[in-house]
């Protein structure tokens, strides 16, 4: 039987030694490895052609995007003959699990219906904030077939051409949006129960934490508006615990104190709900009582990321990324 040819995709700005590891993760495992730059100005560029890897620069007269990026890469690695079978993207502050790239291919060898198949991500230092300690909770998800996965993802070539690859104008939760096509065209998205790789959220303030909820707000509304049964709780909780219910709050403080004493109400059950969850699902009660403040807070960040889009979006406005770090 021919082995698969598997390639990648890395994509990055300013990633420094990140990137540097991260190519190094996949050398004698991926056959060929092109990284796409999104206007770094670190030296990223000069340490990924060192490491090996074919450099793709992005135009900057054009937003920046992930979506973008990836669709470059994608277009660099299918220009010369043999194509590769497989195509696994990587975000360039991530490394991958040794062996990550055979097993997820064997995978797709078996298995002719999954299009998508993808892994676990843990953060390389989950203590050095509480924010990282929550991305690296939000990364461990269950197995097995799943409606949408992060970037991190192994796509059978053939499949990601025939979809025209990501959308270029979602700027967040692009690779969401991807996999709501693939499963649209037949095909499943599976997890395979196998660490995949290891992520730097490198975020340590409160600042960057309310930029990467506004920026899933700003995701949840897009793709809410291209495929209107993806993401309908998360709206529906981003308009009610962000704007509903605290226009509620206002009036009733104002003319009326019982509503406003149901609406803390309301907001007092909720986090006591996360809490509970949280804490179901194993993390310790103090853990998840740090956990549900923040996410009861990012209904007011994903409410601005919500408005960002849809201002944009009717006033014709280009989709411009929002960025963390």
Same mark, same amino acid.
């Given at each position: 039987?021919?082995? +698969?040819? !598997?390639?990648?995709?890395? *994509?990055? @700005?300013?990633?420094g030694?990140?990137l540097?590891?991260c190519?190094a993760?996949?050398?004698?495992?991926?056959s060929?490895?092109? =990284?796409v730059?999104s206007g +770094?100005t670190?030296?990223?560029v000069?340490?990924?052609r060192e490491?090996?890897?074919?450099?793709v620069?992005?135009d900057?007269s054009?937003?920046f995007s992930?979506?973008?990026a990836?669709?470059?890469?994608?277009?660099a690695?299918?220009t010369?003959?043999?194509?590769?079978?497989?195509?696994?993207f $990587?975000?360039?502050?991530?490394?991958l699990?040794?062996g990550?790239l055979?097993?997820?291919?064997r995978?797709?060898?078996a298995?002719?219906?999954?299009?998508?198949?993808t892994g676990?991500r843990?953060? *390389?230092d989950?203590h050095?904030? *509480?924010?990282n300690?929550?991305?690296?909770?939000?990364?461990?998800?269950?197995v097995?077939d799943?409606?949408?996965?992060g970037?991190?993802?192994?796509? @059978?070539?053939d499949?990601?051409?025939?979809?025209?690859?990501?959308?270029?104008?979602?700027?967040a939760?692009?690779?969401?949006?991807?996999?709501?096509? $693939?499963?649209?065209a037949g095909f499943?998205?599976?997890?395979?129960?196998? %660490?995949?790789?290891?992520?730097?959220?490198?975020?340590? +303030?409160?600042?960057?934490?309310?930029?990467?909820?506004?920026? +899933?707000?700003?995701g949840?509304?897009q793709?809410?508006?291209?495929?209107?049964?993806h993401?309908?709780?998360?709206?529906?909780r981003v308009w009610?615990?962000?704007?509903?219910?605290p226009?509620?709050? !206002?009036?009733g403080?104002?003319?009326?104190?019982?509503?406003?004493?149901?609406?803390?109400?309301i907001?007092a059950?909720?986090?006591?709900r996360?809490v509970?969850?949280?804490?179901?699902?194993?993390? %310790?009660?103090?853990?998840?009582?740090?956990h549900?403040?923040l996410?009861?807070l990012?209904k007011?960040?994903?409410?601005?990321?919500?408005?960002r =889009?849809?201002?944009?979006k009717?006033?014709g406005w280009d989709?411009?990324? !929002?960025?963390?770090?």
């Amino acid at each position: 039987m021919t082995q +698969s040819i !598997i390639s990648a995709v890395v *994509i990055g @700005r300013n990633e420094g030694q990140r990137l540097v590891n991260c190519l190094a993760s996949m050398q004698g495992e991926a056959s060929r490895l092109v =990284y796409v730059d999104s206007g +770094s100005t670190d030296g990223s560029v000069d340490a990924a052609r060192e490491a090996g890897a074919q450099i793709v620069l992005l135009d900057t007269s054009e937003p920046f995007s992930a979506a973008r990026a990836r669709n470059a890469g994608f277009a660099a690695l299918t220009t010369d003959l043999p194509p590769p079978d497989y195509v696994q993207f $990587v975000d360039g502050d991530c490394t991958l699990e040794p062996g990550w790239l055979t097993h997820a291919a064997r995978a797709l060898d078996a298995t002719p219906d999954i299009g998508i198949i993808t892994g676990w991500r843990a953060e *390389i230092d989950p203590h050095a904030s *509480i924010y990282n300690e929550m991305c690296d909770y939000e990364w461990h998800r269950p197995v097995g077939d799943i409606d949408a996965c992060g970037g991190d993802m192994m796509v @059978r070539r053939d499949l990601f051409a025939r979809l025209g690859g990501f959308n270029p104008k979602v700027i967040a939760s692009e690779d969401e949006e991807f996999c709501v096509r $693939v499963r649209d065209a037949g095909f499943r998205v599976n997890r395979l129960p196998l %660490p995949m790789t290891h992520h730097d959220a490198a975020m340590h +303030s409160f600042a960057q934490w309310w930029q990467r909820a506004v920026r +899933s707000g700003h995701g949840f509304a897009q793709v809410g508006d291209l495929h209107p049964g993806h993401f309908v709780k998360e709206r529906r909780r981003v308009w009610l615990f962000g704007a509903v219910l605290p226009f509620l709050g !206002i009036v009733g403080a104002v003319l009326s104190w019982p509503l406003f004493v149901a609406v803390l109400a309301i907001y007092a059950l909720s986090y006591g709900r996360t809490v509970k969850g949280l804490h179901d699902a194993g993390l %310790p009660l103090a853990t998840a009582m740090r956990h549900s403040v923040l996410l009861f807070l990012s209904k007011f960040p994903n409410l601005i990321g919500a408005m960002r =889009y849809h201002k944009r979006k009717r006033r014709g406005w280009d989709m411009e990324i !929002i960025e963390y770090k």
